[in-house]
């Protein structure tokens, strides 16, 4: 059974710091996905990460995925509060199964 | 293009009523999931539906909650009778067949359905 862990779960900073988050996964996969959730909304779409050694950014948000390790990143580069939301990782089991981390909330204090 | 449809919005029942939830996906995605997200957690996989049928529902509490996907477009979820347990967000979501197109590996989540038992 496929575990996806987060952490940290809940992460206060400061604007203009940098953070990682991490996502570790427990079996092979070749597929993992990033969410931003904020409070009341649904799931929107950041990142898909296909391959290892992958890395995609979007604007202070970047990234990447180590399929040796089962490790993936989410750096933010400059915090700013609009970044305030809680992020999710999610990684397939099997052909299409998504599994989805704990989340991880982050808050930006200006 | 429009995105995925839920309706309701929210729904407050009394434990041991029923209710029912209507997914419409993205037009042209074959596959349809219903995850549920208890507040604080990640979303958990409930059902998925490629086409009209089922290629998952190891999760799906059988005695209590029954999904269909008619001619393989709208679903509806349906939990009877409800536990407070229940209690949650509803999350519907679609995406085309894994590799067609760069789109083919997204999942595209609608709104939520709010469920409140009490």
């Known amino acids: 059974e496929l575990k996806v862990e987060q952490n940290p779960l809940f992460l206060s900073m400061q604007e203009g710091k940098n953070y990682t988050i991490y996502c570790n996964y427990s079996t092979t996969s070749d597929r993992l996905y990033w969410y931003r959730q904020d409070p009341g909304k649904s799931l929107e779409s950041l990142f898909v990460?296909?391959?290892?050694?992958a890395v995609k950014q979007e604007g202070r948000l970047m990234a990447s995925l180590d399929t040796k390790a089962r490790l993936s990143t989410l750096h933010i580069t400059a915090a700013v509060h609009d970044l305030s939301a809680t992020y999710f990782c999610?990684?397939?089991?099997?052909?299409?199964?998504?599994?989805f981390g704990q989340g991880t909330r982050l808050t930006i204090n200006p | 293009e429009a995105g995925v449809a839920q309706s309701p919005r929210y729904k407050i029942i009394e434990k041991r009523q029923s209710v029912a939830f209507w997914c419409n996906p993205i037009?042209?995605?074959?596959?349809l999931y219903w995850y549920q997200q208890i507040l604080g957690q990640g979303p958990k996989l409930l059902i998925q539906?490629?086409?009209?049928?089922?290629?998952?529902d190891s999760q799906l509490p059988k005695d209590r909650f029954s999904a269909e996907r008619l001619k393989g477009v709208d679903s509806t979820l349906k939990i009877q009778p409800a536990k407070l347990e229940d209690s949650a967000v509803y999350l519907c979501?679609?995406?085309?067949?894994?590799?067609?197109?760069?789109?083919?590996?997204?999942?595209?989540f609608g709104e939520g359905s709010w469920l409140t038992v009490v």
């Open positions: 979501a679609s995406s085309t067949p894994r590799g067609q197109g760069p789109l083919g590996n997204t999942i595209y």
């Open positions: 990460l296909l391959s290892n050694g």
């Open positions: 539906f490629q086409n009209n049928g089922v290629v998952d």
């Open positions: 037009s042209g995605h074959a596959t």
């Open positions: 999610a990684v397939f089991q099997g052909a299409q199964k998504l599994v």
